[in-house]
């Protein structure tokens, strides 16, 4: 067993995965966090007696494509909740609604007597291929090009990508990216009952078991540098932590702050990166036994001309705690700009106001039902993960610039590695499999064949 110990910086999804994988390899595992609990976007928050999540609200592909890397960080037993077969998501664009099914078949049942059978069976062709680890070429393609040119109706790129608030679409989106997002999600939805805090706190007690610990209220300062290699960090209490390792859970341009040293040219690329926007999430307690549960996600877009923009908005109904038919909870989720400077507070009122509205369209009763409110804009992202401008989703990832916008865990800086949502893709399976990607470079890649 090697005895060589790790500073993780940041305790979200990314840094607590590599700690339980380093700390299971015999490695001393610190994670430091800014914040006073881990979780970064996987953080929950109680108001009147309801658990809200921030980030986290469901993902595909539990039981299917994901499997074993869920498996290898034991979040695989937990207590998923499977969303309903036939319509994992309704997608309402503008008058019509269509419903995403989960299973290959149905998909194409659903979509062919809509579109024809040939355009429908190769992409469902594409998505099976990239399942099995193939279609890496298709990184340096725009999936929204993809898709017009395999039906020239433009409703077509707008109904696949109606489910928008899963990952943030943009016409230079790579098909890759795209392609992995809507195969795991063909296998299934999955919502956690407990939401963020239930996977949390699984990988902090398997770490914890594992030897590691994390520590909350650290936000590091600096990295340290000994011979140009990392070999530890300073806090902003003062304190120095040694180590032979460091891994930054955190937005890579964060990096150029904490390494005075960094390589110019390394410092103007990531600050150059652009971000994918942030979300406004108007968290409602609703009235008791008013709006019935619905086990799928709502995705409303009023006009089809924002869903390759990254435009949209997502209900999700939370799992009701007494597993019963009524809902007690629902998130809208939509995109926004950066929040005003002057009248936050009024503009955070006008906004959730109209997004109430808005879904009430959709969704009857809705209105009637809501109780209390509470919201989270991009602000609040920016104030409790560090994430710049609040981006909900990372850098924007470019088909025509992957060499770019793909980033790799390594740094100029011997010793330092990067993990987290910033290097490839987002969520739950795309930190993971990051997760798996940096932590390969200290324990040797054949751990990437062995857990895949
Ligand atoms: C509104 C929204 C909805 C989402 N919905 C879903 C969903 O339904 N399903 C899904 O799978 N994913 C979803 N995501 C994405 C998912 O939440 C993220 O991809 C994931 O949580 C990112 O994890 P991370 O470890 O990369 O980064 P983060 O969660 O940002 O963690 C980084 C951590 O580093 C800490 N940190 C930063 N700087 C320092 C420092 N100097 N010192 C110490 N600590 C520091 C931060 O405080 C933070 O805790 C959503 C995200 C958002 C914002």
């Not at 299971?24 to 430091?32: A, C, E, H, I, P």
């Not at 949390?200 to 909350?216: F, N, P, Q, W, Y």
């Not at 150029?256 to 979300?279: C, D, F, I, W």
């Not at 990067?418 to 324990?443: D, K, R």
Request: hydrophobic share 40%; with cysteine; proline share 6%.
């Amino acid at each position: 067993m090697s005895e060589r110990s790790v500073i993780i910086v940041g305790a979200g999804l990314g840094g607590l995965e590599c700690g339980l994988l380093l700390a299971r390899s015999g490695w001393q595992v610190t994670v430091l966090e800014q914040g006073l609990q881990p979780g970064g976007a996987f953080q929950t928050f109680v108001r009147g007696g309801h658990r809200f999540d921030t980030g986290f609200h469901y993902a595909g592909g539990i039981d299917g494509v994901w499997a074993p890397l869920l498996r290898c960080f034991s979040l695989d037993s937990l207590p998923w909740h499977r969303l309903d077969e036939e319509a994992v998501e309704d997608i309402y664009i503008e008058d019509r609604k269509y419903c995403h099914p989960s299973g290959y078949g149905r998909f194409a049942d659903a979509f062919s007597p809509l579109f024809g059978a040939a355009p429908v069976q190769a992409y469902l062709g594409l998505l099976r291929q990239v399942g099995e680890g193939k279609g890496h070429d298709t990184v340096g393609v725009s999936a929204l090009d993809y898709l017009s040119a395999l039906h020239p109706d433009p409703a077509f790129a707008r109904v696949l990508g109606g489910a928008s608030l899963r990952q943030a679409l943009s016409p230079r989106l790579p098909l890759y990216s795209f392609a992995r997002v809507q195969q795991a999600f063909i296998q299934g939805g999955w919502k956690l009952p407990g939401g963020g805090k239930t996977l949390i706190d699984r990988l902090l007690s398997s770490l914890e078991k594992a030897g590691g610990r994390v520590l909350c209220g650290q936000s590091v300062q600096e990295i340290l540098l000994r011979d140009g290699k990392a070999c530890g960090v300073r806090t902003a209490t003062g304190e120095s932590w040694f180590c032979d390792a460091v891994i930054a859970d955190i937005h890579p341009s964060g990096l150029a702050g904490l390494v005075p040293s960094l390589r110019k040219s390394y410092r103007e690329r990531m600050a150059s990166l652009q971000n994918t926007r942030g979300v406004f999430t108007t968290h409602i307690l609703l009235k008791k036994n008013c709006l019935p549960y619905v086990n799928r996600s709502i995705h409303i877009h009023r006009s089809a001309a924002g869903i390759w923009q990254g435009e949209g908005m997502m209900v999700h109904y939370y799992v009701p705690s007494d597993g019963g038919s009524r809902a007690e909870a629902v998130d809208i989720l939509t995109t926004c700009p950066a929040p005003p400077e002057d009248g936050y507070a009024a503009w955070k009122e006008q906004l959730s106001a109209a997004c109430i509205e808005q879904a009430s369209q959709y969704i009857t009763g809705l209105k009637e039902a809501v109780d209390q409110v509470f919201t989270s804009t991009p602000r609040t992202w920016e104030r409790y993960t560090a994430t710049p401008g609040g981006s909900a989703f990372g850098l924007v990832k470019d088909c025509t610039a992957p060499h770019l916008t793909f980033l790799s865990p390594k740094t100029p800086v011997p010793g330092l590695l990067l993990t987290g949502q910033n290097l490839a893709l987002h969520g739950l399976p795309g930190v993971s499999m990051t997760a798996l990607y940096t932590c390969s470079e200290l324990l040797g890649k054949q751990i990437i064949t062995d857990i895949l």
